[in-house]
């Protein structure tokens, strides 16, 4: 049974390498080049700009299994969105030719058989790259949409995790059929097993490269909603203050000002008419004004109001 080893910032980046070979494709994907030498983690990923929590969570997870990162908010987005982008282009640009390369060559041409795991084998390349090519056209513009503070709308990471799955299962038939149907040919079976072992190693990357979407970068991308929805609401309540609601072409009287500051000391509607020499009448018809130009209904807001725009000192406010 492999023994759970979480990797730190601190850990020689080869030592990473000697114990999990198959961490190599992931280095090309976050961008990290080879040749670093003794540095560490840390040191290796400040040299080629990648984050190193992040690099360290998906290497862990990938490594290790399940992790829960649902409240990590130390994730940095853009280093997961260059991950998961060259990840594809790695597997849609590389790899998919690269097995197609090796079936060909594993092959009789002349045998009808092999020709339909060929086609097998297009169908599933077909499939995969429309996975992907989804993700690209749909799901990277709409988080960096959300990085850029853009509102996108009839769109959400829910909406691409509920339909999120696994497109590997023509993978998993064509592995299945040349083993199972496929004539024996002396002369290419040697070639042939290489050829599926490269085909199981794929099998299991996109097991894995699912999982990450799934395990760390929908979470992540749910925390960045929820962070753009708070800085909407932010945004709603700053006009509202500042620009005087909805309605800017209307402006507070001297009177309506003297209202306000007279609910901020904490007066009632007698209080304020006694005070200005006014009816309480009069007092609720300026608040009702007061409320429609700012869209302030509250005291709190009415408290706000006052003291960003200097009709009131903080120091007095209780």
Known sequence: MKQMKLYEAGDKMISLIKDNYS???SLGSFGINLGFGDKTVSETCELNNVDTYTFLAVVNFTINGYSNFEDDAQLDVPTLMH?????HAYYLDFQLPF???ELEESLDASDHLARLILRLYDEYAHEIRRHMKYEEKTLFPYVQSLLDDRHVVDYNIETFSKHHESADKKLRELKL???KYLPSNTQLNNQLTATLYDIF???EWLQLHAQVEDCIFVPAIRRLEHQSRQN???KNITSMVFKGGPEVGETLSDREKEVIIGVVQGMQNKE???HLCISTNTVITHRRN????LQIHSAAGLTIYAIVNGLVDISSVT
């Not at 991950?83 to 990840?87: C, G, Q, T």
């Open 272 to 274: 304020i008419a006694d």
């Open 290 to 293: 007061i409320a429609r130009k």
């Open 177 to 179: 059929m040349i083993i």
């Open 99 to 101: 097995i197609r390369r």
């Open 23 to 25: 961490l190599l494709q």
């Open 232 to 234: 909407d609401v932010t």
């Open 201 to 203: 190693n794929n099998e």
């Open 83 to 87: 991950y998961l982008e060259a990840s």
